[in-house]
């Protein structure tokens, strides 16, 4: 049973205002898992560890609900590991972001895996232009070479136009990486 986490309850009294609108946490949970959440929930000369709030500006509300449905037990106390295509770029962004060192090793590793990788990013599974967010999110993520290689790999199953043409579209500080990458493994296929 999903948590949620817009309404407070006897363990989820701190508040997350995203967007206008609130996520209820345990901060002593989170606090566990990250540095980020411990410093700014128990902080004593932090304003928002003396009014149990804080408001993020920089984090989508659909993103910062993905990633606590992922990172916290449900209401039958299960945890729900759920990387998935439509996650992935929000739950490695979000693990950098906020500190998240568990989160962030668990989406390095699915994505090492090529067993995974050819399921979940099968070419009819997933867009150029999603497969690039990943990417993006991935080098961010300071993700090992060798992930980086599994993904570039399946982008050069792509369609070589849109591809290119996408790469125009991005940073040069992605693309320096990506274009090479991209190019040699285009010549294994």
């Excluded at 701190?14 to 980020?36: C, D, G, R, T």
């Excluded at 993905?66 to 759920?82: A, G, K, T, V, W």
């Excluded at 929000?90 to 994505?111: D, F, G």
Aim: proline letters at 4%.
């Amino acid at each position: 049973m999903v948590i949620d986490f817009t309404q407070p309850s006897q363990l989820r009294q701190f508040e997350i205002i995203i967007e206008e609108k609130s996520l209820f946490v345990n901060q002593h949970y989170l606090a566990e898992l990250s540095p980020y959440f411990l410093a700014l929930c128990f902080t004593p000369e932090f304003q928002e560890t003396r009014e149990g709030k804080v408001e993020i500006t920089d984090i989508s509300f659909d993103d910062m609900l993905e990633l606590l449905q992922h990172i916290c037990p449900d209401d039958d106390f299960i945890m729900r590991s759920n990387i998935s295509v439509d996650n992935f770029a929000a739950l490695t962004h979000l693990s950098q972001r906020l500190l998240l060192t568990n989160l962030r090793r668990e989406v390095e590793r699915y994505a090492s895996t090529e067993a995974s990788i050819e399921t979940w990013l099968s070419p009819d599974a997933v867009s150029v232009s999603q497969l690039l967010e990943i990417i993006i999110e991935a080098i961010s993520a300071h993700f090992s070479n060798e992930a980086l290689n599994i993904l570039c790999k399946q982008l050069a199953k792509k369609d070589e136009s849109e591809v290119n043409e996408l790469l125009t579209k991005i940073p040069q500080e992605f693309r320096t990486i990506i274009e090479p990458k991209f190019q040699h493994f285009q010549f294994a296929f």
